[in-house]
Nanobody, 120 residues
Protein backbone atom coordinates (compact mmCIF):
# COMPACT_ATOMS: atom_id res chain seq x y z
CA UNK A 1 0.00 0.00 0.00
CA UNK A 2 1.32 3.40 -0.93
CA UNK A 3 -0.10 6.89 -0.55
CA UNK A 4 2.04 9.56 -2.18
CA UNK A 5 1.20 13.15 -1.26
CA UNK A 6 2.54 15.98 -3.37
CA UNK A 7 1.90 19.58 -4.30
CA UNK A 8 3.13 21.34 -1.19
CA UNK A 9 5.38 24.36 -1.33
CA UNK A 10 5.75 28.01 -0.47
CA UNK A 11 2.89 30.38 -1.26
CA UNK A 12 2.07 33.94 -0.28
CA UNK A 13 -0.96 34.73 1.84
CA UNK A 14 -4.04 34.91 -0.35
CA UNK A 15 -2.60 32.43 -2.82
CA UNK A 16 -3.60 28.90 -3.77
CA UNK A 17 -2.12 25.43 -3.85
CA UNK A 18 -3.46 22.08 -4.96
CA UNK A 19 -2.38 18.98 -3.09
CA UNK A 20 -2.58 15.54 -4.64
CA UNK A 21 -2.49 12.11 -3.05
CA UNK A 22 -1.99 9.19 -5.41
CA UNK A 23 -2.60 5.72 -4.06
CA UNK A 24 -1.73 2.17 -4.97
CA UNK A 25 -2.32 -1.21 -3.41
CA UNK A 26 -5.78 -0.47 -2.04
CA UNK A 27 -9.27 -0.77 -3.42
CA UNK A 28 -9.47 3.00 -3.67
CA UNK A 29 -13.16 3.26 -4.46
CA UNK A 30 -13.95 1.46 -1.18
CA UNK A 31 -12.16 3.97 1.03
CA UNK A 32 -13.03 7.37 2.32
CA UNK A 33 -10.12 9.76 2.03
CA UNK A 34 -9.09 12.64 4.21
CA UNK A 35 -6.52 15.34 4.67
CA UNK A 36 -5.07 16.16 8.05
CA UNK A 37 -2.37 18.65 8.90
CA UNK A 38 0.19 19.09 11.60
CA UNK A 39 1.79 22.40 12.40
CA UNK A 40 5.05 22.55 14.37
CA UNK A 41 4.46 21.68 18.00
CA UNK A 42 0.81 20.86 17.36
CA UNK A 43 -1.22 17.70 17.11
CA UNK A 44 -2.38 16.37 13.77
CA UNK A 45 -5.74 18.00 13.04
CA UNK A 46 -8.57 17.27 10.65
CA UNK A 47 -8.82 19.35 7.49
CA UNK A 48 -11.27 17.62 5.19
CA UNK A 49 -12.75 14.24 4.30
CA UNK A 50 -14.62 12.76 1.38
CA UNK A 51 -16.70 9.60 1.39
CA UNK A 52 -15.77 6.52 -0.62
CA UNK A 53 -18.26 7.33 -3.36
CA UNK A 54 -17.25 10.98 -3.39
CA UNK A 55 -20.72 12.24 -2.59
CA UNK A 56 -20.25 13.42 0.99
CA UNK A 57 -17.61 15.88 2.12
CA UNK A 58 -16.71 17.47 5.41
CA UNK A 59 -14.43 20.36 6.32
CA UNK A 60 -12.90 21.81 9.43
CA UNK A 61 -14.44 25.18 10.27
CA UNK A 62 -11.08 26.87 9.73
CA UNK A 63 -10.97 25.87 6.04
CA UNK A 64 -14.65 25.81 5.15
CA UNK A 65 -15.34 27.95 2.10
CA UNK A 66 -11.64 28.08 1.16
CA UNK A 67 -10.62 24.45 0.61
CA UNK A 68 -12.21 21.89 -1.70
CA UNK A 69 -11.63 18.15 -1.52
CA UNK A 70 -12.24 15.90 -4.50
CA UNK A 71 -11.75 12.23 -5.29
CA UNK A 72 -11.07 10.60 -8.64
CA UNK A 73 -11.78 6.89 -8.37
CA UNK A 74 -10.52 6.32 -11.92
CA UNK A 75 -7.11 7.75 -11.03
CA UNK A 76 -7.01 6.42 -7.46
CA UNK A 77 -6.29 9.92 -6.25
CA UNK A 78 -7.64 12.55 -3.89
CA UNK A 79 -7.03 16.26 -4.16
CA UNK A 80 -7.22 19.29 -1.92
CA UNK A 81 -7.63 22.66 -3.59
CA UNK A 82 -6.56 25.33 -1.11
CA UNK A 83 -7.55 28.94 -1.80
CA UNK A 84 -7.27 32.22 0.07
CA UNK A 85 -4.51 30.74 2.14
CA UNK A 86 -3.28 32.29 5.36
CA UNK A 87 -0.12 31.77 7.43
CA UNK A 88 -2.26 29.67 9.79
CA UNK A 89 -2.50 27.06 7.02
CA UNK A 90 1.24 26.40 7.33
CA UNK A 91 1.70 22.73 8.22
CA UNK A 92 2.65 19.32 6.94
CA UNK A 93 -0.39 17.91 5.17
CA UNK A 94 -1.11 14.19 5.29
CA UNK A 95 -3.59 12.15 3.28
CA UNK A 96 -5.28 9.15 4.82
CA UNK A 97 -7.47 6.29 3.61
CA UNK A 98 -10.09 4.68 5.84
CA UNK A 99 -13.59 5.24 7.12
CA UNK A 100 -15.36 8.58 6.65
CA UNK A 101 -14.64 10.48 9.84
CA UNK A 102 -13.02 13.56 11.38
CA UNK A 103 -11.08 11.26 13.70
CA UNK A 104 -7.60 10.35 12.52
CA UNK A 105 -8.00 6.91 14.15
CA UNK A 106 -10.52 6.01 11.44
CA UNK A 107 -7.80 6.12 8.78
CA UNK A 108 -5.65 3.04 8.38
CA UNK A 109 -3.27 4.11 5.63
CA UNK A 110 -1.29 7.33 5.53
CA UNK A 111 0.88 9.19 3.09
CA UNK A 112 4.25 10.65 4.01
CA UNK A 113 3.13 14.26 4.19
CA UNK A 114 3.82 17.32 2.11
CA UNK A 115 4.94 20.64 3.58
CA UNK A 116 2.88 23.74 2.94
CA UNK A 117 4.28 27.11 3.96
CA UNK A 118 2.26 30.30 3.67
CA UNK A 119 4.17 33.55 3.99
CA UNK A 120 2.57 36.76 5.20
Amino acid sequence: VQLQASGGGLVQAGGSLRLSCETSGISFSSYAMAWFRQAPGMRRSFVSAISANGISTNYADSVKGRFIISKDNAKNAVYLQMNSMTPEDTAVYYCGAGAYSENYLAYVYWGQGTLVTVSS
